[in-house]
């Protein structure tokens, strides 16, 4: 059975700190993996990865995809109070988008 | 934590024709949502199926062109009509639940192609 796993489920950091989630999986016929932010009903895209070892970054967030070890991380630097979200990963493979149960994320001034 | 399937998980149609996707729920749930997800773009949310009325839909998303069922608390509907290649996407049920937080779950997604 097709599955993702993120930890830790929340976390609660002070502005300015760095911050890495990670996101595990175990899927056939991998495709992709993406991270999304959620503040709404509507999760914001923010990364895919489909090659091992390539970052990508946006800003303060960068993420990197390890096919060999079957995970990924999200990394924040300089979090800020508007980073508070939950963080969400989804694989893409037979399963059409496989979630795992999100990352909350607290960001206290 | 709610556990969600969803049928068809993909499917080949031609254009002009409707498809059904169901999405069932293993618990009741309050909250039921339909989003699509298409290629490197944000998840975007298609409507809110309501139990027993209309479902709300998002702007740019209109009843006839996704007509929403939700006869009870643990199933809905979603109908594609009248499909174009346009509409080649994954197609997600979602659920809300409370316990200590507001949490969302979503289902393994229907992916659909249109010729």
């Known amino acids: 059975e097709d599955k993702v796993v993120q930890s830790p489920l929340s976390l609660v950091v002070h502005e300015g700190d760095t911050v890495t989630l990670n996101c595990s999986y175990e899927v056939t016929n991998f495709r992709s993996l993406l991270w999304y932010k959620q503040e709404k009903k509507a999760p914001t895209f923010l990364f895919m990865l489909?090659?091992?070892?390539i970052e990508k970054k946006s800003g303060r967030l960068s993420s990197i995809l390890d096919k060999k070890e079957l995970f990924s991380i999200l990394n924040i630097t300089a979090t800020q109070t508007g980073d508070s979200a939950v963080y969400l990963c989804?694989?893409?493979?037979?399963?059409?988008?496989?979630f795992g149960k999100g990352t909350r994320l607290s960001v206290i001034a | 934590s709610a556990v969600i399937s969803q049928k068809p998980s993909r499917d080949i149609c031609q254009r002009g024709t409707s498809l059904t996707i169901q999405c069932q729920v293993d618990s009741q749930v309050t909250m039921m949502f339909w989003y699509r997800q298409q290629p490197g773009q944000s998840l975007t949310l298609i409507a809110t199926?309501?139990?027993?009325?209309?479902?709300?839909?998002e702007s740019g998303f209109v009843i006839d062109k996704f007509p929403i069922s939700r006869p009870n608390l643990t199933f809905s509907t979603l109908t594609v009509s009248n499909m174009s290649p346009e509409d080649s996407s994954i197609y997600l049920c979602s659920v809300e639940e409370w316990s200590l937080q507001e949490t969302q779950y979503f289902g393994p997604g229907t992916r659909l192609l249109v010729l």
């Open positions: 989804a694989v893409e493979g037979n399963t059409p988008l496989v």
């Open positions: 489909t090659s091992s070892g």
């Open positions: 199926a309501n139990q027993g009325s209309e479902a709300t839909y």
